[in-house]
């Protein structure tokens, strides 16, 4: 797995990509990962993905918006999305365990948020380099194949280059494009962090390094709380996320 992992993750820095390590089986890192790779979310290369697959070969990776310079449309609810299936045009997807992750190269004014249909349903997140003023000092990230959440595998389906993949035959590499007018019409921007982007294990540390989506995988949260779901004062959530 380990040599999986170092193939694919030096592929995306190839590509101008930003990789960060995640814990083993989850979506975020915490601390106690962070010091073990002494990791400062700040530079990334070849030698120090090596080191940290010397560490934990089996670690979980992300992508990072902000240095990438992408922009990805996370579904988590695609039974809210068929009347509008076929107007995507194909884009670099990954398989998610409950949707799919869709890149698109960023737009400068790209804002993370999160997609409603015209009915008002709950699509998932929109994320993007920059962040809404109450985020403004966290990043947006996703979850990478072949990071594997819940016995749950993310990989490519529609590959940004073919060698991403291994299944036979291999689909042909699909190239970044912008955003469609259409999604961008779906796109809300919260004026408060709503219930489904709480802060990931470590408060105020790697934790809110994490996405902030829904239950799929994510800019910065932590238990998968749907966000059409009412939850009374004091309950406790579910803390295990599955994407």
């Known amino acids: 797995m380990e040599q999986g992992i170092l193939k694919i993750a030096l592929n995306y820095i190839e590509r101008g990509w930003f990789v960060i390590p995640l814990n083993l089986g989850e979506k975020w890192i915490d601390s106690t990962l962070g010091n073990r790779l002494n990791w400062d979310g700040i530079t990334q290369t070849e030698e120090e993905i090596r080191r940290w697959l ?15 310079g992408l922009t990805v449309l996370d579904i988590d609810h ?4 068929k009347k509008k299936t076929d107007e995507f045009e194909r884009c670099p997807t990954v398989m ?32 993007a380099p920059s962040q809404p003023p109450w985020r403004e000092y966290h990043q947006a990230y996703v ?5 594997v959440v819940n016995n749950h595998l993310y990989q490519w389906i529609e590959p940004p280059v073919s060698s991403l993949i291994s299944s036979r035959p291999t689909p042909p590499a699909v ?17 408060e962090p709503p219930r489904s982007w709480v802060d990931g294990p470590d408060e105020g540390e790697y ?3 994490d ?15 749907d966000p059409d779901e009412e939850f009374e004062e004091g309950e406790e959530v579910d803390d295990e996320r599955s994407d």
Do not use: C
């Not at 010397?54 to 990438?68: A, D, V, W, Y």
């Not at 695609?78 to 999305?81: G, K, N, Q, R």
């Not at 979850?143 to 990071?147: I, R, T």
């Open 143 to 147: 979850v990478a194949p072949p990071s």
């Open 54 to 68: 010397e560490i934990e070969p089996n670690l979980n990776i992300g992508i990072r918006m902000k240095e990438s």
């Open 96 to 127: 998610t365990p409950k949707g799919w992750h869709h890149y698109y190269t960023a737009s400068p004014d790209d804002v993370s948020g999160q997609l409603w249909t015209e009915e008002g349903l709950f699509l998932g997140d929109f994320l």
């Open 78 to 81: 695609p039974e809210h999305l």
């Open 175 to 191: 190239p970044l494009g912008p955003v469609p007018d259409w999604i961008r019409g779906l796109i809300r921007i919260p004026d």
């Open 207 to 209: 934790g809110y390094d």
């Open 211 to 225: 996405k902030w989506d829904e239950d799929d995988d994510y800019l910065f949260y932590g238990p998968d709380v």
